[in-house]
């Protein structure tokens, strides 16, 4: 008997679901977008570094996973490697630890003198503030949309159908689940996946589930088009909440440390691609100030996007007990889509279970606003997860 599927959201994170679900016999998946053109979601926006090693060890699994597919597509990811770099005594401290506990993962990780980082990166960096530096050989950096793509061709030559223009406004869980689009058509499903990144708690609604899911805005900005810029490694100063990476001849900076933004729901009616704020002006200034003088820049473009965050920085995956029928993959980035889209095919076929810390319905009972401010306090800290936020 086939089995019904219809994912809700075509980003990186839907589109991979349907990549591993419709390579199964006996699967009819349907993707539901509700941009009749790209997504204006999230992938669109995401600048692309896949860091593989993370303090919670689900998501390193989630992320080395992806790495692997996402090499398979034949364009769209590099395996570039990322540089950490410490700008105090302090910072080399803790990233000498972290160095150390990724290596105990199984990662490659080497010290890199400041005077010995890679050809491509070492201009863009002020020396002078530089401590100590560590590179990660097996981070990559990634093209989402080019991606996606891939993702997507892959889905739909196993079968899968996109259908764009299908704004989603009522779920029926169940035995026999239901989706139905604004047009008045309604997809008939044994599941259905939830997919559709910072537009989470909205869908979860339409079925009444509340997701402790906190969209927030995040600026990250392009200089000018330069021809001595080489692809590279991407970097990250985490004592000062940045990051950076070459897009072929300009350079992208994203910058963490502000004061976070939450982003309510009906402030996404027109994607994840916000105004800029001029608030957010300072913070990029400040952010520049770790680059070589020579690489600082006037932004050619400023993008004030949005993506989601959960109370312990970990995604939601699964099913959800209180909706039968509906399974959730949101708070999913680039950096572990296809690996999250693994575990939801293992978990929807029987194979393995989803791993405990991603259980959808891990915040049930606790107080939504002690939910957001937790969200909001890991803002700066994104690449850590706070176990004790879900105890």
């Given at each position: 008997?086939?089995?019904?599927?219809v994912?809700?959201?075509?980003?990186?994170?839907g589109?991979?679901?349907?990549?591993?679900?419709?390579?199964?016999?006996?699967f009819?998946?349907?993707?539901?977008?509700r941009?009749?053109?790209?997504?204006?979601?999230s992938?669109?926006?995401?600048?692309?570094?896949?860091?593989?090693?993370?303090?919670?060890?689900?998501?390193?699994?989630?992320?080395?996973e992806?790495?692997?597919?996402?090499?398979?597509?034949?364009?769209g990811?590099?395996r570039?490697?990322?540089?950490e770099?410490?700008?105090?005594?302090d910072s080399?401290?803790?990233?000498?630890?972290?160095?150390e506990?990724?290596?105990?993962?199984?990662?490659?990780?080497?010290?890199?003198?400041?005077?010995?980082?890679?050809?491509?990166?070492?201009?863009?960096?002020?020396?002078d503030h530089?401590v100590?530096?560590?590179?990660?050989?097996?981070?990559?950096?990634?093209?989402?949309?080019?991606?996606?793509?891939?993702?997507?061709?892959?889905?739909e030559?196993?079968g899968?159908?996109?259908?764009?223009?299908a704004d989603?406004?009522g779920?029926?869980?169940?035995?026999r689940?239901?989706?139905?689009?604004?047009d008045?058509?309604?997809?008939?499903?044994?599941e259905?996946?939830?997919?559709?990144?910072?537009?989470g708690?909205t869908l979860?609604g339409?079925v009444g589930?509340?997701?402790?899911?906190?969209?927030?805005?995040?600026?990250y900005?392009?200089?000018?088009?330069?021809?001595?810029l080489?692809d590279?490694?991407?970097?990250?100063?985490?004592?000062?909440?940045?990051?950076?990476?070459?897009?072929?001849?300009?350079?992208?900076?994203?910058?963490?440390?502000?004061v976070?933004?939450?982003?309510?729901?009906?402030?996404?009616?027109?994607?994840?691609?916000?105004?800029?704020?001029?608030?957010?002006?300072?913070?990029?200034?400040?952010?520049?100030?770790?680059?070589?003088?020579?690489?600082?820049?006037?932004?050619?473009?400023?993008?004030n996007?949005?993506f989601a965050?959960?109370?312990?920085?970990?995604?939601?995956?699964?099913?959800?007990?209180?909706?039968?029928g509906?399974?959730?993959?949101?708070?999913?980035?680039?950096?572990?889509?296809a690996?999250?889209?693994?575990?939801?095919?293992?978990?929807l076929t029987?194979?393995?279970?989803?791993?405990?810390?991603?259980?959808?319905?891990?915040?049930?009972?606790?107080?939504?606003?002690?939910?957001?401010?937790e969200?909001?306090?890991?803002?700066?800290?994104?690449y850590?997860n706070?176990?004790?936020?879900?105890?």
């Open positions: 008997m086939t089995r019904q599927i994912i809700v959201g075509a980003g990186v994170v589109t991979a679901v349907a990549a591993e679900l419709a390579v199964l016999d006996g009819e998946v349907t993707v539901l977008e941009e009749s053109g790209a997504p204006r979601g992938t669109s926006l995401a600048p692309g570094l896949v860091g593989i090693y993370n303090e919670a060890e689900i998501l390193t699994t989630l992320a080395r992806s790495a692997e597919v996402y090499s398979t597509l034949g364009a990811f590099a570039s490697g990322g540089i770099i410490a700008t105090s005594t080399a401290h803790e990233l000498a630890q972290r160095a506990h990724a290596r105990a993962a199984g990662l490659l990780v080497t010290e890199t003198a400041p005077g010995g980082l890679p050809a491509s990166v070492a201009g863009m960096v002020n020396a530089v100590a530096a560590w590179y990660y050989e097996l981070d990559g950096t990634a093209a989402p949309a080019v991606i996606t793509a891939g993702l997507r061709r892959r889905a030559d196993s899968a159908r996109f259908v764009g223009g989603v406004v779920i029926t869980s169940g035995t689940a239901s989706v139905r689009t604004r008045g058509q309604t997809w008939a499903a044994d259905i996946v939830l997919a559709a990144g910072v537009w708690p979860a339409l589930i509340e997701l402790p899911l906190v969209p927030l805005a995040h600026p900005v392009y200089g000018p088009r330069r021809p001595d080489h590279g490694p991407f970097l990250r100063w985490p004592e000062n909440h940045i990051y950076g990476r070459v897009h072929g001849d300009r350079i992208g900076l994203g910058t963490y440390d502000h976070p933004v939450p982003v309510e729901q009906d402030g996404l009616d027109q994607g994840t691609g916000l105004a800029w704020s001029a608030d957010l002006t300072p913070m990029v200034d400040k952010a520049q100030l770790l680059l070589d003088p020579a690489f600082r820049f006037e932004p050619e473009e400023r993008v996007g949005v965050v959960t109370p312990d920085n970990l995604p939601f995956l699964g099913p959800h007990p209180e909706a039968s509906v399974w959730i993959a949101q708070a999913i980035w680039v950096t572990h889509a690996g999250a889209a693994r575990a939801l095919r293992s978990a029987g194979t393995e279970p989803l791993p405990a810390p991603l259980a959808v319905d891990r915040f049930a009972g606790r107080d939504r606003q002690d939910l957001t401010s969200a909001l306090r890991l803002y700066q800290d994104i850590a706070d176990s004790s936020a879900s105890s």
